[in-house]
């Protein structure tokens, strides 16, 4: 009996909580339509709007950026990269190819652009504004402005 009040309570509160969620505050409802409006006046999402932003700097050859690599949490230093940071996993050509045997199809892993197989370098890669390319495994923050850091730089 006491099984069957506990279960029935959990429903209850179940449901008051599904019929909650489901209620709209005048603000939110206000927030909602406001956002789509300005979505379907202009077209494009704010993400949308980011994204292309965010392509159209990175397409940039001669845009600068400053990359901080860390180490454990710390900033150890930072470099001035022009242009794109890669990722060093990237490759030109695919990284598996679907293969036709008789009325068969399955997929087999492509060479890498180095002739080799099998997973990519880890990390990133850049060039510095004076053409040096640096790799790393390291994590790292990457922005199109010096950040406020009380940090070397890694190469002058």
Known sequence: MKNKIIAAALVGLLGLGALTACTNSPTSGEQRKEAQKSSQSSGESLEIKNLKKKKQREENPSILRYVYLMNYGQ????????????????????????????SEGFVMDSAKDDGSYGDGDPGIFFYTADDVMVETSLDYVVSDQPLAIDVPRLLK
Not at 78 to 101: C, R
């Open 75 to 102: 900033i150890v230093g930072y470099y001035v990269a022009k242009g794109k940071i890669s990722s060093s996993g990237s490759q030109i050509g695919p990284e598996s190819e679907l293969v036709y045997q008789w």
